[in-house]
């Protein structure tokens, strides 16, 4: 089972938004409402963003948002802000085989 | 608060093995499947296993098939992960992870801080 798709890289200035997607298949992504998405700073752990495609838990920043359409995902973040800069990681349910949950490669973010 | 620590890594030589524990807190165990997913020095996440919260369904990446236990307490609110067999590519922080069951994707939403396992000679 190959990862989800993740652009390796992206960038935007302090108060732009950027848009991260997660390419994924039917199988994974696109055939169920449980994609998640994880921010993780330099030696620390990840942290969840948003579950359920668009669901933020509580204490996270209504300045992310997630969404889908067909086999993609994809997260916004408003209003950059420089402790943004981080790696972001999508996540999926996938009915394939094992294993039953796969990511994405990882996209790091870069506040100019 | 939830919290989850994790503990066991180290430095062990191919074919040698390791146990992992984690330690958790601030939440009820028994209710919860739990998982490992491991993070490669310089690369992304990788789900290792999971298991259900009676310890009767438990679910494996196919390369640690036949290598890796998963296994829990619920009396000591303890996950554990035996690796035998190890390799080289095994080399990774190692976290515990809490997660949703299968009607909810088995989503992870808490994670320990990790631990380092190293399979070098």
């Known amino acids: 089972q190959s990862a989800l798709t993740q652009p390796a890289s992206v960038s935007g200035s302090p108060g732009q938004s950027i848009t991260i997607s997660c390419t994924g298949t039917s199988s994974d992504v696109g055939g169920y409402n449980y994609v998640s998405w994880y921010q993780q700073h330099p030696g620390k752990a990840p942290k969840l963003l948003i579950y359920d495609v668009s669901n933020r838990p509580s204490g996270v920043s209504n300045r992310f948002s997630g969404s889908t359409s067909g086999n993609t995902a994809s997260l916004t973040i408003s209003g950059l802000q420089a402790e943004d800069e981080a790696d972001y990681y999508c996540?999926?349910?996938?009915?394939?085989?094992?294993?039953?949950?796969?990511f994405g490669g990882g996209t790091k973010l870069t506040v100019l | 608060e939830v919290q989850l620590v994790e503990s066991g890594g180290g430095l062990v030589q191919p074919g040698g093995s390791l146990r992992l524990s984690c330690a958790a807190s601030?939440?009820?165990?028994?209710?919860?499947?739990m998982s490992w997913v491991r993070q490669a020095p310089g690369k992304g996440l990788e789900w290792v296993a999971n298991i259900k919260q009676d310890g009767s369904e438990k679910y494996y990446v196919d390369s640690v098939k036949g290598r890796f236990t998963i296994s829990r307490d619920n009396a000591k609110n303890s996950l554990y992960l035996q690796m035998n067999s190890l390799r080289a590519e095994d080399t990774a922080v190692y976290y515990c992870?809490?997660?949703?069951?299968?009607?909810?994707?088995?989503?992870?939403?808490?994670w320990g801080q990790g631990t380092l396992v190293t399979v070098s000679s």
């Open positions: 601030g939440f009820t165990f028994s209710s919860y499947w």
């Open positions: 992870a809490r997660s949703t069951d299968f009607w909810s994707g088995y989503q992870i939403d808490y």
């Open positions: 996540s999926s349910y996938t009915s394939s085989s094992t294993p039953i949950v796969i």
